[in-house]
């Protein structure tokens, strides 16, 4: 086994050499078969290479978040304007109208909730009813560092294993726990072991800091998740420095559906993402559809 280079600082990420994609838009995929292709095509635009995926499966062990307590009322309207939707298949089968087309991404992990162990986590979905779902992800929390690290990467190959099986990507999330380390140090660990393991697309954190290594030394797309409710120029800001600094796309929940104009805020995400828009004048363009009520 390699010896964990600890001690080493100097490292080369080719920052300014891209990756070659080898004809498909997207990194790292290449080589998947047509359905996955497909699939990751539902969800990141063909045209850009983005995506604005809307994160509202809090609830699976949280219960009624802050925003979420009437997903029907509130979050269905916001949906046409997400690429896709990140959920669980309780919220999915009782409050999303199957007319909806938008690429949907099975949270397929589960177990603790907020009073426990976060890590503690099984696989909460079989791929059979991802298949009945018709979903265009399946995707889970995996805990570097946490307590039960070993069993959530187990969880996530199992699943790697059962999307190859039916063409259906799978995306790791890099779960924070409270008393852990945020930094990119830990960031490039939890993305690079993800991608190393099979997961085909990986959900992590912004960090003001080397951000663009975290997604130089991950082989497959990086989407970012929200985190924390910041004010919408700051929540802005953070998606185009992410998308400049090598992200896919953004995976956020309560910087949208926590702002008091959710609809707004969604529609600004999309001009940052997929407009390359700055965040001055996409917080320009979220006041004015604020005003317009
Ligand atoms: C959290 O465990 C969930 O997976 C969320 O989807 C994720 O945290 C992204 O949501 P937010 O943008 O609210 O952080």
């Not at 086994?1 to 990420?13: F, G, V």
């Not at 909730?113 to 779902?133: P, T, W, Y």
Request: aromatic share 8%.
């Amino acid at each position: 086994m390699a010896e964990y280079d600890k001690d080493k600082q100097a490292k080369e990420y080719y920052l300014d050499t891209p990756v070659n994609n080898y004809g498909f838009f997207l990194k790292g995929a290449h080589s998947l078969d047509w359905g996955m292709k497909n699939r990751l095509s539902r969800i990141f635009r063909p045209d850009t290479g983005k995506t604005v995926m809307l994160a509202i499966d809090h609830g699976y062990f949280q219960g009624p978040t802050t925003g979420l307590e009437r997903p029907d009322v509130n979050i269905v309207p916001l949906m046409p304007y997400a690429d896709a939707i990140m959920l669980t298949r309780g919220i999915l089968r009782t409050t999303v109208p199957p007319s909806l087309t938008k690429a949907v991404v099975m949270r397929c992990s589960g177990g603790p909730s907020i009073l426990k162990e976060l890590s503690d986590e099984e696989l909460a979905v079989d791929i059979e009813d991802a298949i009945r779902m018709n979903v265009a992800a399946i995707t889970l929390q995996i805990f570097i560092g946490g307590e039960y690290e070993t069993r959530s990467i187990h969880n996530m190959t199992r699943l790697v294993d059962m999307g190859l099986r039916y063409g259906i990507p799978t995306m790791a999330v890099t779960a924070v726990g409270k008393d852990m380390v945020r930094d990119a140090k830990y960031f490039r660990l939890a993305c690079r072991m993800a991608a190393e393991l099979g997961a085909q697309i990986v959900k992590t954190y912004y960090v003001p800091e080397e951000f663009e290594t975290i997604t130089a030394s991950c082989p497959v797309p990086i989407v970012m998740a929200g985190g924390k409710k910041l004010p919408e120029l700051e929540a802005l800001t953070m998606s185009r420095n992410a998308i400049d600094e090598g992200a896919s796309g953004v995976d956020m929940g309560r910087n949208i559906f926590q702002s008091d104009y959710p609809l707004a805020m969604m529609k600004a995400v999309n001009k940052v993402v997929h407009e390359k828009m700055s965040p001055k004048d996409a917080y320009d363009y979220f006041n004015t559809i604020k005003a317009e009520g």
